[in-house]
């Protein structure tokens, strides 16, 4: 018998739309079957999704799971009122006619259709790699923002923009395979501020010029390659607010971009831009992460400015505080807006903390069982980013507990004074009666 199928393509569909499946086909002969189905694992596996039964004029789901989310309509065309990422895939549709030599025998023919789904990105976000980091007043600091794009398909286009224009970055390999770190040449060729270097230092290369200072311990990445990039010079010649770099051309930018499978068949793109940091033009430039996909209507962003800590705000609590107790120094927050995530270092001023350390990092400094020693001790927490640093200073007052006799603690806050004294006492008279 006369019988051909054919199935128009489709363009690729977005989750959440309806997608219609149009089994065409031409045939002089007596109908019996039309049959979808799913075809998975490379096509070894077909799945059956709808049947339409000639001869009994019915049509039946194999999809009770899916709620019968597929409709027949006129006998060969499937629906899927709101397509998923699960049904992203190859489709069959087999037709089946009686033969005409003998009703018993099912002449077949099918056609193929792919169906794409596409799903546009969840979610963007934009951090600093390796955070929280310290501020360096005398090297060039290598510097790196990391775009996270979660929850499209297929892989979106993801690039960096600064101030609102697009950045020409230098496009990075991939890393080596099971490598854990990777560190790519220097980005930016910088030399020190002439005025700022000690006529001592410069009068050293006298044949050939001034040769910089190696350092004893380059910075990690991009700024450890060897060659001219940063120097450690005394502090009493460096300003203590910026470094005074010298640019001899504009911030080379470098890039890469990676995207990895995630199980419910979408992908998460990571996108990097690394640079040699220099808070003298970087402090509060904005940086922005966009993202173009063929399923969004215009593109997503989400953006960061970096700025450096200014005023950090510090609570105590207690506000008055008695010998004995426990004393806690919190950072609750800077007179700005802060970005990437500061470094937080507390220390004591003339002295050491009350565990015997000489500094403490975190928000939080706690002073356990204060002794009365410590009144008007002062406090510095120091909180840095790349970007810059600055610094707070509060003083404790400890109060006398009337709940503890005066002169019964010592400095770890343990009775020491009328026990000793009472000791010394007893020993003496112990001597003097036994001399009489």
């Known amino acids: 018998a006369y019988l051909t199928v054919s199935i128009e393509p489709l363009p690729p569909v977005v989750v959440g739309d309806a997608v219609t499946l149009k089994c065409n086909f031409k045939t002089d002969g007596k109908m019996r079957e039309i049959v979808w189905y799913r075809v ?7 799945q059956k999704i709808f049947t339409f039964d000639a001869m009994f004029s019915t049509n039946f789901s194999h999809m009770e799971n899916y709620r019968k989310r597929e409709d027949l309509v006129y006998q060969s065309t499937v629906r899927l009122p709101e397509v998923r990422i699960s049904d992203n895939g190859p489709y069959e549709c087999h037709v089946g006619i009686y033969d005409r030599a003998t009703r018993e025998k099912v002449v077949l023919a099918s056609g193929n259709i792919f169906l794409n789904v596409m799903a546009p990105p969840t979610s963007i976000s934009v951090l600093a790699a390796d955070t929280p980091a310290p501020f360096s007043r005398y090297q060039a600091q290598n510097f790196t923002l990391v775009c996270v794009v979660s929850g499209g398909k297929p892989a979106p286009l993801v690039y960096f923009k ?3 224009e697009p ?3 230098t496009p990075l390999p991939e890393p080596p395979a099971g490598a854990e770190s990777w560190a790519p040449r220097n980005l930016l060729h910088r030399d020190l501020d002439d005025t700022k270097v000690p006529k001592s230092l410069a009068a050293e290369g006298e044949v050939g010029g001034w040769q910089p200072l190696a350092t004893a311990d380059p910075p990690r990445g991009l700024a450890a390659e060897r060659g001219p990039v940063t120097e450690t010079i005394p502090e009493t010649v460096v300003s203590r607010e910026f470094p005074r770099w010298v640019h001899v051309a504009e ?14 068949g979408t992908v998460e793109a990571r996108a990097t831009l690394t640079w ?9 430039a904005l940086f922005s992460c966009e993202v173009k996909h063929p399923a969004l209507s215009m593109p997503m962003q989400s953006e960061v400015t970096l700025v450096a800590p200014k005023g950090p705000k510090i609570t105590m609590t207690p506000t008055r505080a008695r010998v004995g107790d426990t004393v806690r ?9 802060v970005f990437p995530e500061p470094l937080f270092t507390w220390t004591r001023v003339g002295s050491r903390l009350l565990d015997g350390s000489t500094e403490h990092d975190g928000k939080e400094l706690v002073l356990e069982r204060v002794p009365a020693e410590l009144n008007g001790s002062m406090y510095r927490c120091t909180a840095q980013n790349p970007l810059g640093s600055t610094d707070t200073h509060t003083r404790l007052i400890v109060f006398e507990n009337p709940n503890i006799p005066r002169g019964t603690e010592d400095s770890n806050g343990s009775l020491t004074s009328h026990c000793g004294f009472r000791l010394v006492l007893a020993l003496t008279l ?3 009666l036994e001399l009489t």
Do not use: C, M, W
């Not at 120094?329 to 807006?337: M, R």
């Open 162 to 164: 600064r101030d609102g």
């Open 167 to 169: 950045i020409e970055a």
């Open 329 to 337: 120094i919190l950072v609750q927050g800077f007179q700005n807006e």
């Open 276 to 284: 040699t940091l220099n808070p003298q033009i970087d402090n509060e």
């Open 251 to 264: 911030p080379i930018y470098y890039f890469r971009h990676t995207h990895a499978p995630v199980s419910d």
């Open 40 to 46: 998975t694992d490379g096509g070894t596996i077909k």
């Open 430 to 432: 112990t001597v003097i």
